[in-house]
Each structure stands twice: as C-alpha cells, then as structure tokens.
T-cell receptor, first 113, second 115 residues
Framework: KQEVTQIPAALSVPEGENLVLNCSFT??????LQWFRQDPGKGLTSLLL?????REQTSGRLNASLDKSSGRSTLYIAASQPGDSATYLC????????????FGSGTRLSIRP | EAGVTQFPSHSVIEKGQTVTLRCDPI?????LYWYRRVMGKEIKFLLH????????ESGMPNNRFLAERTGGTYSTLKVQPAELEDSGVYFC?????????????FGAGSRLTVL
C-alpha cells in the first residue's frame, strides 16, 4: 500500500532563504508525482508535475526533483518570499490505480518578512 | 474560464442529519473527482466519475455516502445520516480526458462540521 510522507510538517524561515521540502513514498511504481500548494480557505493549486520517466521539473523559482528508485522527491524554493507561505502537498499517482492521487500530509511553510 | 465551484463553502449540521455537497466542474471536463481531508489526516480519494459513470468508488467510506453526477455535468455528494467522524473538508476536482487528464483543477472545498 502506497504511503506518502512529508517532512517537516511545518517550517518557518526568513525571507530570501532558499529552502527544500521533502517527500518520500513507499512504492516506486508511480505514474507521476505532483506538488501542490494550498492557501487557507482555497483549493489546491498544482505547482509542478513530474512524470515517472523524468528527473525534475522547473517553474520560476521552484524546482522539483524525483528519484523513483529511492522513493524521494524534493521541492526547492529559491529566494523565498512571504507570498510563498502556504501548505505544500506532495502527491503520487500510481499505474495500478490511475483514478486516485495519494497525498502526503503536507508541509506548512511560513516565510518571515 | 470559471474554475471548479463547490457549494456550500461551510456546513454545520447535527449528527444524524443529512447534508448534500455540490460540485460544478470546469465546463467540458469529463473527469470529476471527490476527495476529503478529515482532521489531522491526509487528503484522501473518495471517487472518480467519467461523465456520469463511476469509474472508481473504492475510496467511499461506507454506504452513508452517495455520489451522483446525473447528466455528466455537476455532481452531488450526500451524507446521510452524518456522523461526527464525517467532519472535514470535501474537495472536488475536475480534468479533461486524454492528455489533459493529469492536470486536475481543485475547488476551494466544502467544510463540513458535524456536531
């Protein structure tokens, strides 16, 4: 059974720092992995999607990597800003069950001005 | 383009009552998903519609939950009778079929509080 774990559960850093959020998963037979952002009272916004054949994806100040063999993904945020404060969720979709996305519990990020 | 719309944004009911949550997907999106996050837990899959058909309902917790998507447009999720453990946030998401199926757009969620 696939389990997705995110560490740390919460993180607070000063503005301008580069930071890394971690995600691990137990079953490497994934179809893809996504990073989402959730703001309070809002829906989930997809940030980056990495297909199983890819190693990384980049969008602006965000870079996500995927190492299927070790069951790990990282989300790197460069030059953090207060507007980056949100909960970041990692989620995987598996070949065996393409309908469902399996989410981690998220990392609550706070960027201090 | 309008996003995924969910109603109500927040519902407070007593144990034993019935609640119906509604989701309006993005126009033209045949895939529609329901997820929920109960207190302190991860967001978990409930079910998946393709048009009006249930593709996968393996995540539905029990028979107190009934999801419908008549006509393949909006969907409803009814909880009857509601129990305390049903409290949480219920998310709806939609996507196109085919190459766009990976890109899910989520609604803001419906928060359900059962007292």
């Amino acid at each position: 059974k696939q389990e997705v774990t995110q560490i740390p559960a919460a993180l607070s850093v000063p503005e301008g720092e580069n930071l890394v959020l971690n995600c691990s998963f137990t079953d490497s037979a994934i179809y893809n992995l996504q990073w989402f952002r959730q703001d309070p009272g809002k829906g989930l916004t997809s940030l980056l999607l990495i297909q199983s054949s890819q190693r990384e994806q980049t969008s602006g100040r965000l870079n996500a990597s995927l190492d299927k063999s070790s069951g790990r993904s990282t989300l790197y945020i460069a030059a953090s800003q207060p507007g980056d404060s949100a909960t970041y969720l990692c989620a995987v979709r598996q070949y065996s069950s393409a309908s469902k996305i399996i989410f981690g519990s998220g990392t609550r990020l706070s960027i201090r001005p | 383009e309008a996003g995924v719309t969910q109603f109500p944004s927040h519902s407070v009911i007593e144990k034993g009552q019935t609640v119906t949550l509604r989701c309006d997907p993005i126009s033209g999106h045949d895939n529609l998903y329901w997820y929920r996050r109960v207190m302190g837990k991860e967001i978990k899959f409930l079910l998946h519609f393709v048009k009006e058909s249930k593709q996968d309902e393996s995540g539905m917790p029990n028979n107190r939950f009934l999801a419908e998507r008549t006509g393949g447009t909006y969907s409803t999720l009814k909880v009857q009778p509601a129990e305390l453990e049903d409290s949480g946030v219920y998310f709806c998401a939609s996507s196109q079929v085919g190459s766009g199926a990976n890109v899910l757009t989520f609604g803001a969620g419906s928060r359900l509080t059962v007292l």
